[in-house]
């Protein structure tokens, strides 16, 4: 698990390299590299801070 990013379920809010988003962290993994990725409640989206790239597009299975 990276260390750089940690989640606060109490006030449903995600610190990233020190960012601090409203969000939390998801089940599913990233499709490019298989960590955990962030859902950002601000743009209502998920997010992969490692591949630093938006996920909008997911194939539902
Ligand atoms: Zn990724």
Redesign the pocket.
Known sequence: MHSRISENVVTGMIRISGEVIPGWMDTEP?T????A?VYHEKYDTYF?Y??N?WLEVLVAT
Do not use: D, F, L, V
């Open positions: 990233c490019g590299c298989g960590i990725r992969c490692e591949c790239c």
